[in-house]
């Protein structure tokens, strides 16, 4: 959501933050580094 958001940003996407329908077990700390690196690049979804 971003460094600025609130507890009321929080709760209204709490149904897109609590869906692990895509989660991806990682077996190696490569694997989640390389999602980390990829998620820091994509814009905040809130402002």
């Known amino acids: ?5 609130s507890a009321d940003d ?3 996407n709490f149904k897109q933050i609590a869906d ?6 990682y077996s190696q700390g490569g694997e989640q580094n ?3 690196f990829a998620r820091i690049q994509d814009p905040p979804v809130v402002g």
């Not at 959501?1 to 958001?5: Q, V």
């Open 34 to 36: 390389g999602k980390f």
């Open 1 to 5: 959501l971003g460094h600025k958001a």
């Open 20 to 25: 692990f329908a895509n989660a991806k077990h």
């Open 10 to 12: 929080v709760a209204d």
